[in-house]
């Protein structure tokens, strides 16, 4: 039973540059969300999807916008990008919103932004 | 939104308990607990949930008193690979994950 995967592991942009991130989340799980962890930092939440709509979001700027496909995936855009923007991006599933349980996140290994 | 208060970090030898205790004073009536581990460039992994009294597994042990406003994490005979960041987070079942903030964590180093 496959976990969370996330692509690319790694990958290194420009400022000004756009960059996609997916994520596949772990099988029977139907909601994904999306957080940023700045090194020595816990990580902080952008949003969330469910049934391919934005349900929550952090506080982060409209430059971090996000998608969720038919079949449950999802990707983070980030545009315009800054220095700041350097970090790990962890991709999370979960059960569907209002199920029991739906709060236990399943983490996947994350992507790996630097910003030079 | 229900924050949490943890100590930064923490020191063990191999084969000792440790216990992280973490305050969460204004946690709500619909809020669970739930505590993560972290390893370097890994994402965040569930070790433990719980709503009031003692819940335990195979890797942990969580202890809430009555009033709720704090939980202990207990990690019996803790050894080398025990080393990581513990989140405790505070958040309502139904998953509403915006409410769910993590701190900075605990850094447990695990000695020989």
């Known amino acids: 039973d496959a976990g969370v995967t996330q692509s690319p592991t790694h990958l290194i942009k420009t400022r000004g540059q756009q960059v996609t991130l997916r994520c596949s989340p772990k099988s029977g799980h139907d909601t994904v969300s999306w957080y940023q962890q700045a090194l020595g930092q816990g990580p902080q939440f952008i949003f969330q999807y469910y049934e391919e709509e934005e349900r929550q979001r952090g506080n982060f700027p409209d430059r971090f916008s996000g998608h969720q496909f038919p079949n449950y995936s999802s990707e983070l855009n980030v545009n315009a990008l800054l220095l700041g923007d350097s970090a790990l991006y962890l991709c999370?599933?979960?059960?569907?919103?209002?199920?029991?349980?739906?709060?236990?996140?399943?983490f996947g290994a994350g992507s790996r932004l630097t910003v030079l | 939104l229900a924050k949490t208060t943890q100590p930064i970090s923490m020191d063990s030898y191999e084969g000792q308990e440790v216990n992280i205790t973490c305050s969460h004073n204004n946690i709500a009536t619909n809020d669970y607990i739930t505590w993560y581990q972290q390893f370097p460039s890994q994402g965040p992994r569930f070790i433990i949930q719980g709503y009031k009294t003692k819940v335990t597994n195979e890797v942990a042990s969580l202890f809430i008193p009555a009033d709720r406003k704090s939980s202990t994490l207990s990690l019996p005979r803790v050894s080398l690979s025990d080393t990581a960041v513990y989140y405790c987070?505070?958040?309502?079942?139904?998953?509403?994950?915006?409410?769910?903030?993590f701190g900075k964590g605990t850094k447990l180093s695990v000695k020989p």
């Open positions: 987070l505070v958040g309502d079942y139904g998953g509403s994950q915006g409410n769910l903030i």
């Open positions: 999370a599933s979960s059960l569907a919103l209002g199920q029991s349980g739906a709060n236990v996140l399943t």
